[in-house]
Structure formats: C-alpha cells, structure tokens
Nanobody
Framework: RVQLVESGGGSVQAGGSLRLSCTAS????????MAWFRQAPGKEREGVAS???????RYSDSVKGRFTISQDKAENMVFLQMNSLKPEDTAMYYC?????????????????????WGNGTLVTISS
C-alpha cells in the first residue's frame, strides 16, 4: 500500500505562485504514475497534471503553460509548481499514485488509473 501526504497549499492573490508537494511512503517503487487532481466546491474532481515513468507529463488545458509537475524519485516526492494563479484555480488539490503497465499507461492522470490518494491540501486564490 502507498500513503500520500500533500503540503504547500495556502491562500494567495491572483497572479501569485504556490508549490505543492506530495510525499509518498510505503510500497512506492511500483507506482509509475503520479498525478495531481483538484476538486472545487460543487464540482467533480478533475485531473490537473500527471507524470508517467518519471518523464512523460500531461496537463489539462486549463493549467497548461502555468503549472509544472515534477518528481524526485530518490525522495519519493512529487511537486506541482503553480504560477499565474487565477481565482478559478481555487480547490482542494489531491496527489494520486497509480500502477500502470502496457496499454493502461494511457490512464495515467485519469481517475480510473489511480490506485492511491492523499487527503488533499487547500488552495485559495483571491482576486
């Protein structure tokens, strides 16, 4: 089993930046997909960014060019650098891990592809 703990959330003004961190522990070496999701009040949880096999990244259209996902495998950590933040980025942000092989690799970053979830860290952007 993998445990995930997010940190780095907070309140900033629009245009500001935040860096979220996710620390993984437990049976981590098999998790080849790491992702960030977010859920705003009254909305479904959506994928924001994912990284597969430590190198292949994908982003949702709403954050492309503003957010960057990265991974430090040695420290079992994943990061989400968020720049040019907007009020619509306000949400609870969740780290997730998945074990995907072969054709299922395309599921990295989708809810169906993730096996483990953190409890989230809150990001609030004021205008």
């Amino acid at each position: 089993r993998v445990q995930l703990v997010e940190s780095g959330g907070g309140s900033v003004q629009a245009g500001g930046s935040l860096r979220l961190s996710c620390t993984a522990s437990g049976y981590t070496y098999s998790s080849n997909c790491m992702a960030w999701f977010r859920q705003a009040p009254g909305k479904e949880r959506e994928g924001v960014a994912s990284i597969f096999a430590g190198r292949s990244t994908r982003y949702s259209d709403s954050v492309k060019g503003r957010f960057t996902i990265s991974q430090d495998k040695a420290e079992n950590m994943v990061f989400l650098q968020m720049n040019s933040l907007k009020p619509e980025d306000t949400a609870m942000y969740y780290c997730a891990a998945g074990v995907l092989y072969g054709g299922s690799a395309q599921l990295c970053g989708s809810r169906d592809g993730m096996d483990y979830w953190g409890n989230g860290t809150l990001v609030t952007i004021s205008s």
